[in-house]
């Protein structure tokens, strides 16, 4: 089954704690991107990858960080969490970029909550 | 200034009322691309339509239709007939073209803030 899958799906931590949210998709698509997802804010993009080393940052890459060494694989990392990274996060992906007009795929979102 | 304006933050309706989602673009590109996105209440994101910026035919899928239109920079999405299954938060999008980097074209997507639609029975 075609599918995008993040890890963990809930997850609370405190601040300060380095955390790995991962993301994979089975799809072999070439670009990936993270978003957050906040009350009255809608989804912004923290960092989005074109393809494997290829990455850029999106609206609020501030205390993340990516990386993309496998085509497959794209994890958002929070390298000392804060309470303002608590949000609902999303990892997508799709064939081609969106300006070429293909579809984002999403994974099931993972919701962070930092205390 | 945001790219993507969705000024409806919610809109409440009846079963069988028609309704429709404004969207407000703004672009330098001539080249992009539109696009609507469903969140249902269980949360995960469904993609529904994209549209070109060359092409402004409006398009109808079932219920749904769009009407994209470029002297007012506006995609928007209505619906004919709602159910109470079209409660969801609508999101519109916008995709451009960003600076050729080691050989590749960048792109992002910026989304509006969405607008939850409710349908009641």
């Known amino acids: 089954e075609a599918q995008v899958t993040q890890n963990p799906r809930y997850l609370i931590t405190v601040t300060g704690k380095k955390l790995t949210v991962t993301c994979s998709q089975n799809?072999?698509?070439?670009?990936m991107s993270w978003y957050r997802q906040d009350p009255g804010l809608g989804l912004r993009q923290i960092y989005y990858?074109?393809?494997?080393?290829?990455?850029d940052k999106g609206d609020v890459p501030e205390g993340y960080k990516v990386s993309r060494k496998e085509k497959r694989n794209f994890p958002l990392i929070l390298e000392s969490p804060s309470p303002n990274q608590t949000s609902l996060y999303f990892c997508?992906?799709?064939?081609?970029?969106?300006?070429?007009?293909?579809?984002?795929?999403f994974g099931q979102g993972t919701r962070l909550t930092v205390v | 200034a945001q790219k993507v304006t969705q000024a409806q933050t919610e809109i409440s309706v009846v079963e069988k009322e028609d309704v429709t989602l404004d969207c407000v673009y703004e672009?330098?590109?001539?080249?992009?691309?539109l696009f609507w996105y469903k969140q249902p209440p269980s949360g995960e994101l469904v993609f529904l339509i994209r549209?070109?910026?060359?092409?402004?035919q409006n398009e109808i899928s079932g219920r749904y239709s769009w009407n994209f239109q470029k002297s007012t920079s506006s995609f928007n999405f209505t619906i004919t007939a709602s159910q109470v299954v079209d409660s969801a938060v609508y999101f519109c999008?916008?995709?451009?073209?960003?600076?050729?980097?080691?050989?590749?074209?960048?792109?992002?997507?910026?989304f509006g803030r969405g607008t939850q639609l409710t349908v009641w029975p």
């Open positions: 997508a992906s799709s064939l081609m970029p969106p300006f070429e007009g293909t579809e984002a795929f």
């Open positions: 799809m072999n698509h070439e670009y």
């Open positions: 990858s074109m393809n494997v080393e290829v990455t």
């Open positions: 672009t330098r590109d001539t080249t992009y691309y």
């Open positions: 549209r070109n910026s060359f092409d402004e």
């Open positions: 999008a916008l995709s451009e073209a960003l600076v050729k980097k080691r050989g590749s074209t960048l792109g992002r997507l910026y």
